[in-house]
């Protein structure tokens, strides 16, 4: 399986695990679990066969993790990330002191002023490290890098939960708890 049909593959399973399960006739279940088989025929139904192989390579070896099997190999996910409505089943957890969030330059501003929102997605994404934080900047345009103190935040009542690949899930991060770095 060559670099890009990784890449590919796993593009075309974000847009549908993540945004638009019903444009490809799947269902996501609590926790945004699809079975296996139900995808891989809905991928081959749209044009867009993927081998079970395939789906494998793309699961263990994404660099950023996004999508895990359950216990049994049976069913997949992505690990956040969703726009569409789904309860991913996560148990709040008690997060580091420090986390990082990785934006554009044209952004600074008005989370300086309103803090940090989960727009259209379910949460809003810190990473434990500023290196993973840059990379998801990259992503906007010119990466700058916000210290949130997420331990002051949980001691103020903040809820946090962690994915399956390791990302820091929250609601929203205001201003007072955000340093530009």
């Not at 593959?9 to 993540?18: D, E, F, G, H, M």
């Not at 359950?70 to 690990?79: E, P, Q, V, W, Y």
């Not at 148990?91 to 986390?99: C, F, G, K, R, Y």
Request: with cysteine; hydrophobic share 35%.
């Amino acid at each position: 399986m060559t670099n890009s049909r990784i890449v590919k593959v796993s593009k075309y399973l974000s847009k549908y695990l993540r945004h638009a399960p019903d444009a490809i006739g799947i269902k996501l279940a609590p926790g945004g679990w699809v079975d296996v088989d139900e995808l891989l025929t809905a991928c081959a139904k749209n044009k867009f066969p993927v081998t079970r192989q395939e789906l494998q390579i793309v699961v263990e070896f994404n660099d950023k993790q996004r999508f895990s099997f359950d216990s049994t190999g049976t069913l997949i996910r992505a690990n956040q990330g969703h726009s569409v409505e789904i309860d991913l089943q996560l148990e709040p957890a008690v997060p580091p002191d420090i986390l990082y969030h990785g934006t554009g330059r044209k952004s600074v501003e008005s989370i300086l002023q309103t803090g940090l929102d989960k727009m259209s997605r379910h949460h809003v994404h810190l990473s434990r490290d500023i290196a993973t934080a840059k990379t998801v900047g990259a992503r906007h345009g010119q990466p700058i890098v916000f210290t949130v103190f997420t331990g002051a935040m949980h001691q103020a009542g903040y809820v946090f939960y962690c994915s399956d690949n390791d990302v820091w899930l929250v609601d929203h991060v205001p201003p007072e708890y955000l340093q530009k770095s």
